[in-house]
């Protein structure tokens, strides 16, 4: 159980120094906030992965893990179709 809140910890220490840097640096924006969430995600969960046994709590975070991957691959898509000409390629 210990794991698991030094998990959230982490994660939420990520988070809120995501939100304060890229404030500070006048870069905050919704896009920017998912990108830099999904690398703490990635980052977090290989950080506080077990060396031999993963706990049935770890394994659960593959769930988080796709979400995080899914959306950073939204935004990639949104802005290639932002880049594409109105009628579509020719």
Do not use: K
């Amino acid at each position: 159980m210990a794991h698991r809140w030094q998990y959230i910890r982490w994660l939420l220490a990520w988070l809120l120094t995501a939100v304060i840097g890229l404030s500070l640096l006048g870069l905050l924006s919704i896009e920017s906030f998912v990108v830099a969430a999904a690398t703490g995600v990635l980052v977090v969960t290989e950080l506080t992965r077990p060396a031999r046994l993963s706990p049935a709590w770890h394994r659960q975070l593959r769930w988080l893990v796709a979400l995080a991957l899914a959306s950073v691959a939204v935004l990639i898509a949104s802005e290639v179709l932002s880049l594409l000409p109105p009628g579509g390629l020719p």
